[in-house]
Structures are given as structure tokens and as C-alpha cells.
């Protein structure tokens, strides 16, 4: 009897904590998984309980556990995409599966009742992680728009230095891993960010930096995703700033065209979709402080990307792209010390195409393997063969090379991501593979370029010797494995190991990755996050082919004309042991907590640590004498410096980030940050036989070194409903630079001044609004409107009359821009 009762109760408690499974999946509106997606369950008030959140793995699968059944209201949320309002959901007992389908954000115009998903902490991620979606570039009023790397520069870690080149937690360009859709978009030579897309077909930015999960191994300092949209089942076409831009520089001109046009929609509606974006750019750049008729240059620049999703089944997705970048600039390089016939015309050409098969296998295996293929060619033609001459005020005569480079990669990539599986926690594996070949070739012939003294005397001519026809290839290997182990619901644990290996090289080398994200007892939407991870540098081509380049010689000459040394030989030469793989320890520690009134708060330290770097150094400043043979193979001649390839950079990053950020009212917003950092480095100046600069102790502050910088940027309502605010802040100190004598021999320590403090703001206003059933932006405002003047040229050398005169920068200028975003 006894036995039969406690049978009994047993299973009334089973009946009355019955079981119940939510087993769900989060796509987008061309059915896509949507990783990294926020859903909340909510049960009726009827129900007893508290609401349950689930954050969705790269599969966009989630799973949530009931303790009962009943009505229930879910919703869902991820940054780049419309929230999805509660909806009722009536389970039952036992598994049940749910899709949720979350779209794209687009532009909200008044008719529009859906709102954007606010910034969030993310619990499933440990490295720090920054995003900026299409509609938010869209928003922010950067100087030429039309130009992408303009905008990265509103990321509180990223600063663009004086020729615009883009720095990522103060590394140099090339240390920043590019990618565009997944595949490496370095330019295959210089590993920089060359490349030119419509803002347009950008559907996100994002930025991570600090312990790199395993997957990333060539980011030394970090990874700037770029992902693009694909289409959807709507036809939808854009254009922007279709009529030229005339503005009152020295006169009126025509100073710029910077059309866009865009067109997406279904090839077979439910099955495949298309996105095509053209992006031109004529600009007229106009010195101010050189006469009229000698103070302007114009420039052609082009790009189409098309790109293609094809569901092929339900389970199994191909995505294509391909890019097309064109540039044509005749006398690039026009500043108030480089007059015209010091320039360039430079030509150059991109092609980037890529496919990657996406397929869901049984028992929740995710399978990646794709291709890329980059090629560009790159011409450089100075206006004619006279020696160029650095005089104490500027330059004059012709540009010293000409040269004709063509370069490649062929990228192969496989990811895997293996079921789920429980033991002390939940645990999710990433693995993978990288492949990549790439390679460069180059004909460049040299002329001869003179340094004058204060007097106009020649103080020395440098000509070259050799050939400076090469090629050279290489080719690279890298694996990882990944763990992303859930132990408990407020604790994740990231941990992976990465092998990378190249034929430059040919070191096997092991990268730890590790992460701690850890939410405290009662702050769901808080996050303490820490890692530390060791990344290694695949070997660069740029570095690799110098010395299979031509070698200067050096003539030195006293007042009177007469030669006093000389020709002497200055060359590059590969290192006489074998090489280490530079590698770079990087630490991160942040707090990130969401407040009410949808306001996000952020503050972060980042540390790195660059040992082994691959640098240039003179041995003969270190007392050691030319090698016999080399000495006999030039003739005898005497030598200023062999500059051998070694492990002996050494660079130092450090960074305390507080950010802010709030969402409101729908579609409107505003970020602001302040970054206190430092970047050093035993090697400054990236020594190369082009660079006439003679540095004896290459240590110092990096050139885009900037230890206080406040960035801010938003878009504001204002009193009437479809007209905004949009507007750019950005102050910090100067850039640093180097003094020089009349010899061209840096004085004092390097980078030991400054530029003038930088002050930029960027005021506009936006109305949009509907005109014979069309959507219309209309955008008018100035750009550093309070003229501040932000000088991005010096005279450095002590021998001029002008000697500290701070040159260029942009002063005030009123900017208008339309846009036509179709049919309503």
C-alpha cells in the first residue's frame, strides 16, 4: 500500500514539473542562421515563472527548458537586424520547435512601425567586439562618403593617420587582419586596406580586438569584418549624390561626383537573390597654399560588387561575390611642398572573387569551405626622367621610380562546427584550415634623387644599382581548433590553440587562445570579460623582396662640387641565421553593462606586446665590416650601411577605453568614447630603399600615436518628424613627426614633436520624405564647422626658412548630399 502511494505522488510531481523543450532556430529573411541572436521567453501571466533567455550558436540554434507548459510570449533580438516583437507561443508537453525569422534593418521612414535591436551585451563572447551597421554608416557625416575607410575612424580603437591610412589598437595597417564576407581582403603585397566598395552594399562593420578567438591568426592587432547584403525577396534600388558638387575653393569648381547606385532583389524568389552596387568618385583636390593654376589634380576611382546567395536545399547554401576596384589619378601626391612636376600618375586595378558552400549535415554538423582569388596591378609613371631634388623649402624636378607591380592571392578555407555536446558544462567546437599562396612581381626602374643644403648646394645625389625586376612567392598554413565551453549560465570559458606555418619562414608554430566571460548574480545584462592570446605574423612579401631589389649609391659633395665620398652602397640583405616568427602577446579586460533607457556602457583595457619582429637593421653601425665577397662583387666600393633582415622588433600598445551608447525612439542614437593609450616601437620608420630618411636610433612614438582621443557621433531627432541631427566629434593631440637637418640626418629623437591639436566637427541635417512615391534623404551641412585648422603637412627640416610651417588640412566646407532609396 505504501509502495503504491508513493508510486502514485511520484508521478503526480512528473505530471506537475513536466517537461518541456523549446528547441528553436533564428534565421533571416533569405533563410540564413543568425548567430549570435538574443531570444527571451516569457511566460503568461498566468503562469508562474521567471523569463528565460537563450543566445543562438553559428547554426542560429537555441534551446530553452520549461518547467511547465502553457502560453508563452517570445521575442528576439540582434544588433544589424529589426527587433522581433513578442509574439504568443501555446506549448506543450515534450520537444517543440520554433523559427524565428529576424530582417535586416533598413532605413525607418515615418510609415514604418518597426524599431532597431539595441546594443547588448553579448554573454557569448569573451575578446571585445565593436559594431556598426550599413543604416549607422549610413547616418554618420564623414568627410567623402563614398569612401569606406572614412567611416572606421568613428571606432573608438581605430585612428587614420595624415595619408589616411587606417591603425587599429596603434599597430601598423598592415597588422590588422581585413576581411570581406569571411575571406582576406589585405592587398597581397603591403597587407594594407586598399580595397574601394560602395557604402552602400555594406550591411555591417565589425571590429574585434585584445585574445583573438584560435580562428584568427594573421590580426596581430585585431579583426575588421566587412559583410555585405545580399538581397532578399524585394526588388530595391538606390542612388546618391547623382548630381555633381560644385564648391567655392579659389574659385568656383566642380570639386567632386561621387555617384552610387544600387540594385538587389530575387533571381527565383525563396531561392536566390542578387546585390549589385557601382561606386564612382571624380575628385578635384585643390592645395590651398600653392599659386592658382599649379594648386589642383583630379582622380577617377571605381568599384561594382556583385554578390549572389543560392539556397540550394534547405540545408545547403552557395554565396558568390565579386569585386572590381579601378583607379586612375594623374599627379597624385600634390601637396604645398610637392608641386606638380614632383607627382605621380598612378594606375591600378583589383579584381577580388569568392565562393563559399555553406551545408547543415546530420546530428547538427555545420560544414564551410570556400575560395578567394585577389589580384591587382599597379602602375606608377612620374611626369619625367629629371633627378628629383629635396630642397630646404620642398621639392622640385621628377619623381625618381616607375614602376609597374602586380600581385596575388589564392585563399582556401574550410570551418567546421561540430554538434554540441554536455560534460561539466555545455561545450561547442569550432576547427578549421587556411590555406593561402600568395605572390608579387615588380619592374621598377629608379632615376637618381639630390639633397641640397640651406645654400642650394648639392650635399649629396643618390642613385641606384642592380636590377629592380623580382618576383617572389610564398605560401602559408594555419589550423586552429576551438572550444566554446558553457559551464554554467553565467560563466563561458573560450579556449583554442592555432598552428601556423609558412614557406618564407618555415617555423611550426603554436598559438594559445584564452577567454573568460562572467556574468555577476543578479546583473543579466552585465559582463566581465578577460583573455589573453598569442598571435604570430605570417612573413609579408613587402618585407621579403627587398633584398632581391636594386641598392642606392651614395655621392657626397662639399660646397664647392667637388666629391668628398662616394658612390658609397647602401643595401638589403637577408638575415645570415634563420628567422623566428615575430610574435605578439595580447591581454583584454572589460566591463559592459546595458542600463535602462536602452543606454550601453562600456570601459576596457588593452594591452600588446610585439617580440621577434621582422625589421631592418644597419650591422655596420654595430662594427661589423662588409662580407669580402660582397665588397669584390661591387667593385670595392665603400659602404654607408647593410641592412640585414632580423628578429629585433619590439613594439608596445597599451589603451584604457570608457564608451557610451544609447538607442531611443526607434531608429535614432548617439556613441561616445574617450581612449588614454600609447604605441612604441624600436622600429618607427618602416626602412625601405625609397625612404631618403637617415635614422641612426629608430625608437619612438608611432606616427599616428594620439594618447588622448574623444570620438563621438550620432543621429538626433529634431522638432519635426523625418528631420535629424546627424553629426561627427572628434578631438585628440596631434600626430607626432621628426626633425631633420639640411643632410637629411634626423635631429633630436624621432617623433619627439607634435601637430597642432586636432578638433573636427561635423554638423548636418536630414530630412526624409515621400515625393511622387518614392523615398527621398536629403542631407546639408558643414564639415569642420568650426573651421578648425587641422595641418597634415610640416616642414620638418632645420635648414629652411620655413622651417616648422605647418601646412593643408580641411577647412570648413558646406557638404549636400541626396539620396533616392526607391519606390515606398
Not at 570559458?493 to 548574480?521: K, M, Q, S, Y
Request: hydrophobic share 40%; glycine share 8%; aromatic share 12%.
Amino acid at each position: 500500500m505504501l509502495l503504491a502511494w508513493l508510486a502514485v505522488c511520484a508521478a503526480l510531481a512528473r505530471a506537475a514539473s513536466a517537461d518541456v523543450r523549446l528547441l528553436g532556430r533564428v534565421v533571416d529573411e533569405n533563410n540564413t542562421a543568425v548567430a549570435g541572436a538574443r531570444v527571451t521567453l516569457r511566460p503568461d501571466s498566468s503562469l508562474a515563472g521567471s523569463s528565460r533567455q537563450a543566445v543562438t550558436d553559428a547554426r542560429g540554434n537555441f534551446v530553452l527548458s520549461l518547467e511547465r507548459p502553457g502560453q508563452y510570449w517570445i521575442s528576439a533580438e540582434c544588433e544589424g537586424f529589426f527587433r522581433l516583437a513578442e509574439r504568443s507561443l501555446e506549448l506543450e508537453e515534450g520537444e517543440q520547435e520554433v523559427v524565428l525569422v529576424l530582417n535586416h534593418q533598413q532605413e525607418i521612414f515615418e510609415r514604418v512601425t518597426v524599431s532597431y535591436s539595441p546594443p547588448a551585451v553579448d554573454p557569448d563572447r569573451a575578446a571585445p567586439q565593436q559594431r556598426m551597421t550599413g543604416t549607422e554608416i549610413q547616418a554618420i557625416p564623414y568627410p567623402t562618403t563614398n569612401n569606406l575607410r572614412n567611416v572606421m575612424r568613428a571606432f573608438p580603437g581605430i585612428v587614420q593617420d595624415n595619408r589616411g591610412g587606417l591603425h587599429l589598437s596603434g599597430a601598423p595597417e598592415e597588422q590588422t587582419y581585413y576581411t570581406l564576407d569571411g575571406f582576406q581582403l589585405n592587398d597581397p603585397l603591403s597587407g594594407r586596406f586598399e580595397t574601394r566598395l560602395s557604402v552602400d552594399s555594406v550591411r555591417s562593420l565589425e571590429v574585434s580586438t585584445g585574445a583573438l578567438t584560435a580562428e584568427y591568426g594573421k590580426g596581430a592587432a585585431g579583426v575588421l569584418a566587412i559583410k555585405t547584403s545580399a538581397g532578399d525577396d524585394r526588388f530595391r534600388y538606390s542612388a546618391t549624390n547623382f548630381i555633381p558638387s560644385v564648391e567655392n575653393r579659389k574659385g568656383l569648381i566642380l570639386d567632386g561626383w561621387t555617384p552610387r547606385l544600387g540594385v538587389s532583389g530575387p533571381i527565383r524568389k525563396g531561392r536566390a537573390w542578387f546585390s549589385e552596387s557601382l561606386d564612382l568618385h571624380y575628385m578635384k583636390h585643390v592645395v590651398e597654399d600653392l599659386p592658382k593654376g599649379e594648386d589642383r589634380t583630379s582622380s577617377w576611382r571605381g568599384s561594382n560588387l556583385l554578390r549572389n546567395q543560392f539556397n540550394l536545399a534547405p540545408s545547403n547554401i552557395l554565396y558568390t561575390g565579386f569585386l572590381v576596384n579601378a583607379w586612375t589619378a594623374p599627379r597624385t601626391g600634390l601637396t604645398a611642398l610637392d608641386p606638380w612636376e614632383t607627382t605621380v600618375d598612378r594606375r591600378s586595378r583589383q579584381w577580388f572573387f569568392y565562393v563559399k558552400d555553406q551545408a547543415y549535415l546530420a546530428n547538427g554538423l555545420l560544414l564551410e569551405l570556400g575560395y578567394s582569388f585577389t589580384r591587382t596591378f599597379g602602375r606608377e609613371i612620374p611626369q619625367g626622367d629629371q633627378p628629383l631634388d629635396i630642397l630646404p623649402e620642398g621639392r622640385r624636378g621628377n619623381y625618381f621610380a616607375n614602376a609597374v607591380r602586380k600581385a596575388g592571392r589564392d585563399q582556401y578555407l574550410v570551418n567546421v562546427f561540430l554538434p554540441s555536446f554536455g560534460l561539466a558544462g555545455t561545450h561547442q567546437l569550432k576547427a578549421g584550415l587556411d590555406l593561402d599562396r600568395v605572390h608579387y612581381w615588380q619592374d621598377v626602374r629608379r632615376t637618381v634623387y639630390r639633397h641640397y643644403r640651406p645654400d642650394y648646394t648639392v650635399l649629396r645625389a643618390v642613385g641606384f644599382g642592380g636590377s629592380g625586376r623580382l618576383s617572389r612567392s610564398n605560401f602559408e598554413a594555419g589550423s586552429y581548433v576551438q572550444d566554446s565551453w558553457r559551464v554554467r549560465p553565467s560563466l563561458l570559458v573560450e579556449a583554442g590553440v592555432r598552428h601556423d606555418w609558412d614557406r618564407l619562414i618555415g617555423t611550426h608554430d603554436v598559438a594559445p587562445r584564452l577567454g573568460v566571460a562572467w556574468t555577476p548574480p543578479g546583473l543579466d545584462a552585465a559582463k566581465l570579460s578577460a583573455g589573453f592570446g598569442v598571435v604570430y605574423e605570417t612573413a609579408s612579401l613587402r618585407v621579403f623582396t627587398r633584398p632581391l631589389d636594386q641598392y642606392s649609391l651614395t655621392t657626397y659633395y662639399a660646397r664647392d662640387g667637388t666629391v668628398t665620398r662616394g658612390p658609397a652602397v647602401s643595401l638589403f640583405a637577408f638575415a645570415d641565421q634563420p628567422l623566428r616568427r615575430p610574435a605578439y602577446y595580447n591581454w583584454n579586460l572589460s566591463w559592459e553593462q546595458r542600463l535602462g533607457g536602452g543606454l550601453y556602457v562600456r570601459a576596457g583595457w588593452i594591452s600588446r606586446r610585439g617580440r621577434r619582429g621582422l625589421t631592418y637593421e644597419n650591422v655596420l653601425a654595430e662594427g661589423q665590416t662588409p662580407p669580402p665577397e660582397l665588397c669584390a662583387a661591387l667593385g670595392g666600393l665603400p659602404f654607408d650601411a647593410i641592412y640585414r633582415l632580423q628578429n629585433l622588433r619590439r613594439d608596445v600598445y597599451d589603451a584604457f577605453e570608457i564608451a557610451w551608447r544609447q538607442v531611443f525612439r526607434q531608429q535614432y542614437e548617439w556613441v561616445a568614447s574617450y581612449t588614454r593609450s600609447r604605441a612604441l616601437s624600436n622600429a618607427v620608420v618602416d626602412l625601405s630603399i625609397d625612404d631618403p630618411m637617415i635614422i641612426s636610433r629608430n625608437v619612438g612614438r608611432m606616427p599616428w600615436d594620439a594618447p588622448n582621443r574623444w570620438i563621438s557621433w550620432g543621429y538626433l531627432p529634431l522638432f519635426r518628424r523625418n528631420w535629424a541631427l546627424a553629426y561627427l566629434l572628434e578631438a585628440r593631440n596631434g600626430y607626432p613627426f621628426s626633425i631633420q637637418d639640411d643632410e637629411g640626418r634626423l635631429v633630436g629623437q624621432i617623433n619627439e614633436r607634435r601637430f597642432p591639436f586636432f578638433f573636427e566637427l561635423n554638423l548636418h541635417v536630414e530630412r526624409r520624405f515621400f515625393l511622387k512615391g518614392h523615398r527621398w534623404a536629403l542631407r546639408a551641412g558643414f564639415n569642420n564647422i568650426t573651421n578648425h585648422r587641422n595641418y597634415d603637412t610640416v616642414n620638418n627640416n632645420t635648414g629652411s626658412p620655413n622651417f616648422l610651417r605647418f601646412y593643408g588640412g580641411q577647412s570648413r566646407s558646406l557638404n549636400f548630399r541626396i539620396r533616392w532609396l526607391g519606390r515606398n
